[in-house]
């Protein structure tokens, strides 16, 4: 098993461009997870996935959209991008059931806006 | 709304020394509590978790931590460090919504750095 993989590994971007950030997961897990790292700040949930077809906004969503394309594939879409936007980006998936709250992370998408 | 508090973010210690990390939270109702692991530019990887029962939860790699309710605290241990324990640290929660999907949210990190 792959676990969760993420493309592309680096990306730099000018400021205004777009671009997908794509996550897919081998698990059969439910839920899936956009999350930002920046220094100093941990990491901050963009937006998550309960299920296929369901979306909901987290902590920092504006200047995101998200698709949960199917159970595997969760993608994150900058429509303009910004320098604020400049972050590592990590995707994750859980299960749902009363003992399995633990999320499993992918390796990250460094992107930079210049 | 949830908060976690990490409150060293930096931890140096010398090799085979012990070390502790300080994870507090702040929630009024019933937590899940979790420690992950970030070596250099890699993912999160869990370390251990607390979701119910024993209060002292042993993790992988010969951590451990204590959930203690009444403090709001879950503090990361381990007897003896290794050199490649060098790494980022976070304590992250979820207060379990009964929805569904329920986002985790972190504390800061704390950098371990070993010291030869």
């Known amino acids: 098993n792959a676990g969760v993989t993420q493309t592309p590994k680096f990306q730099v971007l000018k400021t205004g461009q777009s671009m997908t950030l794509q996550c897919a997961q081998d698990?059969?897990?439910?839920?899936m997870y956009w999350y930002r790292q920046d220094p100093g700040m941990g990491l901050r949930l963009i937006y998550y996935?309960?299920?296929?077809?369901?979306?909901d906004k987290g902590e920092v969503p504006n200047g995101y959209n998200v698709s949960r394309l199917n159970k595997r594939e969760f993608s994150l879409r900058l429509e303009s991008a910004a320098p604020s936007q400049t972050s590592v980006y990590f995707c994750?998936?859980?299960?749902?059931?009363?003992?399995?709250?633990?999320?499993?992370f992918g390796p990250g998408t460094r992107l930079t806006v210049t | 709304a949830q908060s976690v508090t990490q409150l060293d973010s930096q931890v140096p210690v010398f090799e085979e020394a012990p070390v502790e990390l300080r994870c507090n939270y702040s929630?009024?109702?019933?937590?899940?509590l979790f420690w992950y692991v970030q070596y250099p530019n890699q993912g999160l990887q869990l370390l251990l978790k607390?979701?119910?029962?024993?209060?002292l939860v042993k993790g992988i790699n010969g951590f451990e931590a204590e959930f203690n309710k009444s403090q709001t605290s879950f503090h990361l241990r381990k007897p003896s460090v290794h050199i490649s324990d060098t790494a980022e640290y976070f304590c992250?929660?979820?207060?379990?919504?009964?929805?569904?999907?329920?986002?985790?949210?972190f504390g800061k990190g704390t950098h371990l750095i070993i010291q030869p």
């Open positions: 992250a929660v979820i207060v379990y919504s009964g929805g569904g999907a329920d986002g985790l949210t």
């Open positions: 996935s309960a299920s296929e077809g369901t979306t």
């Open positions: 994750a998936s859980s299960e749902r059931g009363a003992g399995q709250r633990e999320q499993y």
């Open positions: 607390y979701l119910s029962g024993s209060t």
């Open positions: 698990m059969n897990h439910n839920s």
């Open positions: 929630s009024s109702v019933s937590v899940y």
